[in-house]
């Protein structure tokens, strides 16, 4: 059998392109060719984060984990109070990752599945000042989106920073870092950018950028978006610099992935609106899938993600159906909250796949397969065509 198709919400397919470019002996980090990749990813960065040209690219070895710590510890400090949108599994870990640096942290936050309305994170506000709004774009661990724009909107009148966690959303989910004046959006690579998992990307406005420059208590270097400053100036500069080694390879392929994300046309639309419009239709087409077989999906109607399903198990299919999926030749994921774990499951419909329907269509007819391994009488083909349908 042909090698089986990941679909969970990441690490991700990545096109042949991106496969290519990491694929060879690792170059220097002063190699030309690598100074030449991580200077046009920097600038080009800005175009998928939909940001402006005075906002800060960063790529720092780590994983999307690391990039929320880079945000947690260069924007707050010990003593600081932050106000954090929490719907799920990542909006905990963010919490954490916030007192650990010592903040005092106020979580507004909802039924799992569903998500604070504005009204709650504006009354929450009134109890300040606060230092920041944290906000977790989509939680891969309930397939909720929250709405960034009205926390943006918030943040400024308030006087607050804005931070997202966009690891299961940056490059997939509409977001506009300067029509908003959003202050800092991270992601981990291994997600909708379309690498393997390896480097940790984020955009802060020039207010974050302040911010850190005012804190008092500085964070472990590492984390610190102060002593990468210097070293993304002169990349972006076509010069090298050193802090920590960067993974070459990865480089290399970022360069490539964000040259394809940027190319993308759909209908009338180019670059990030095509790229976005794409996730929609790919998202729209499994859930009509995922109807169609009767299932029901974890978030509430109107939060579901364009980047992945979670979709809850039907009565009498057990948590192992992942396993059965796979035995058909597709790779899913299952449930990852604790409190609803082995209730659920998930699929990842990011980055290159939602440019092939025939990989969504494969993916939904594996889906049924393993369902009706299972016992339960999933119609694959009556999904298909449901999902062919929102695929045009
Ligand atoms: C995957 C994910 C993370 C963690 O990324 P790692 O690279 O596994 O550390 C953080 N936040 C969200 C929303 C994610 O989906």
Redesign the pocket.
């Known amino acids: 059998m042909s090698t089986p198709l990941l679909m969970i919400?990441?690490p991700i397919e990545v096109s042949p392109a991106v496969v290519e470019a990491f694929s060879i002996k690792p170059p220097s980090h002063v190699a030309p060719d690598v100074i030449e990749a991580f200077g046009r990813s920097l600038e080009r960065m800005r175009s998928v984060w939909c940001a402006g040209a005075d906002a800060q690219p960063f790529v720092i070895p780590g994983?999307?984990?690391?990039a929320?710590d880079v945000a947690a510890n260069s924007v707050v400090e010990p003593g600081d109070r932050v106000l954090q949108v929490n719907t799920g599994y990542?909006g905990d870990r963010m919490a954490i990752m916030l007192r650990r640096r010592g903040a005092e942290v106020v979580e507004v936050g909802a039924e799992l599945g569903e998500a604070p309305a504005i009204e709650q994170v504006a009354s929450a506000l009134q109890n300040g000042p606060f230092k920041a709004i944290f906000a977790?774009h989509?939680?891969?661990s309930t397939g909720v989106r929250i709405d960034p724009a009205p926390i943006c909107r918030l943040a400024r009148e308030h006087g607050c920073l804005s931070v997202f966690?966009g690891?299961?959303a940056t490059a997939g989910e509409c977001f506009e870092m300067q029509a908003w004046d959003a202050d800092v959006y991270l992601t981990?690579s291994?997600?909708a950018v379309g690498l393997p998992?390896g480097l940790a990307l984020l955009m802060l406005s020039p207010r974050a950028m302040a911010a850190r420059a005012a804190l008092k208590v500085a964070p472990p270097m590492s984390l610190d978006v102060e002593v990468w400053l210097p070293i993304m100036q002169a990349y972006e500069a076509r010069r090298p610099s050193y802090f920590a080694t960067p993974p070459t390879n990865l480089i290399m392929a970022l360069d490539v992935s964000i040259g394809e994300i940027l190319a993308d046309r759909v209908a009338d639309e180019t670059g990030m609106a095509a790229r976005f419009t794409r996730h929609q239709m790919a998202a729209d087409a499994m859930r009509a899938a995922w109807r169609s077989m009767g299932l029901r999906m974890v978030p509430a109607e109107g939060l579901e993600a364009n980047t992945l399903s979670a979709v809850k198990l039907p009565d009498g299919v057990d948590p192992t159906l992942p396993g059965k999926v796979e035995a058909h030749g597709v790779i899913i994921a299952g449930g990852l909250h604790p409190k609803i774990k082995s209730t659920y499951f998930r699929v990842g419909h990011m980055g290159e796949v939602v440019s092939h329907p025939d990989l969504l269509l494969r993916t939904v007819g594996a889906v049924a397969a393993g369902l009706n391994d299972a016992g339960y009488p999933a119609d694959a083909a009556t999904a298909r065509v449901a999902a062919e349908k929102e695929l045009g």
């Open positions: 919400p990441g994983s999307g984990s690391l929320m990542f977790t989509v939680d891969t966690d690891v299961c981990g291994q997600k998992a």
